[in-house]
């Protein structure tokens, strides 16, 4: 195994204990640490270059100004979009969602027309579209999850249909670490006529995305799950597709003109991004990025893909242990259930012993129904974690199942 450990130290969040035991931070699905070089990026902006971006005809307005447009550029590098205007700030990938489906969804969706979602989403891309289809009288329909986790692709190219306006999928599933046939589903979809809407908050922490190549027309992610600070977040547009879409919300920096009668809007990424933004922690995530880029994202891959295989065999090992998810191309995900145990008695007595992970449904109420089950145990990994933790993991799980059976 490729050892990054060293790496530990730039986490000092990582170096506590926790009920009298060394953390062990196994839900970095739900929220990635930090690097101390992020949280002295958002102690400098303060300390230094606090202004508001875009308006001040001052030094401190020109440095913020800067730094927050150049964390746009790194963006659109990092996931090689064409242009930067491409990207758009947000709060975070729920917002981002929310914006393609109200935006989107006013120019081009009609009644009767489809949008196809699947078991395996988050509500984040659940709820957005049912409320769009509500608004619009269009029909939502979801493609299923097969036995092993993976999404069902033939009812996938049955459901895809000249109707289908738009396909909103996740990149990778949060519970399952599916690893979604992202290529292949946008080529088939375009060729149906469909947009695609690439929900890539749990892909984009742990290996290298090329809009381009990917050819998505959006694509969104969180800056809190990829090192970066919370509160902030990116939707990827293609250019043409966001030039022709309405604004999602009006008030300052996203106009031209206003008068009493009529506004006209700013152009590209400016017309999406209404009132002050949140200019310390896009400042943050571009300093995220740059360390993430340091190391190497097929390092990191490389990295947390031996863990998750490491930790799946340990866990394996456990007589009444069941894993939720077993498809061989996923990513740094295991959720599991214990026959006898409830999940929240689980991650109460790992908590004792200083492990955290994720227990419940994992805002995926629709999957675990799929499932049969009201919630599961999630341990999800970042290059940071280490075979001993896998261990402490596999240990905590045993003395749990020995005294709650
Ligand atoms: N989509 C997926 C696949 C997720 O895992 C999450 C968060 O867990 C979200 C969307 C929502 O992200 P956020 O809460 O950062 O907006």
Known sequence: ML??????????????????????????????QKPQVVIDALVNYYQKINSNVHRGAHYLADQATIAFDETRKKVQKFINA??????IFTKGTTESINLVAFSFGEAFVSPQQEILI??????????????LCERKKAILKVVPVLEDGTLDIESFYRFLSPNTSL?????????????NPIQEIIQVAHAAGAKVLVDGAQSVPHFQVNVQELDADFFVFSGHKIFGPTGVGILYGKKELLELMPPYQGGGAMIKEVTFERTTYNRLPHKFEAGTPNIADVIGLGVALDYVQNIGIENIALQEHALTEYATQQLQQIPSLKIIGNTPNKVSVISFVISGIHHYDLGMLLDANGIAIRTGHHCAQPLMRRFGVEGTARASFAFYNTKEEIHKL??????AIAVLT
């Open 3 to 32: 050892s990054l450990e060293h790496y530990r130290r730039d986490f000092p969040i990582l170096h506590q204990k926790v009920n009298g035991f060394p953390l062990v931070y196994l839900d970095n699905a739900a929220t990635s």
């Open 82 to 87: 064409q242009y930067p205007e491409e990207i």
């Open 118 to 131: 699947t078991e395996m989403e988050h509500h984040a891309n659940i709820v957005p579209w049912q409320m």
């Open 167 to 179: 396909v909103a999928i996740t990149h990778v599933s949060n519970v399952l670490g599916t690893i």
């Open 394 to 399: 596999c240990e905590g799980v045993e003395k």
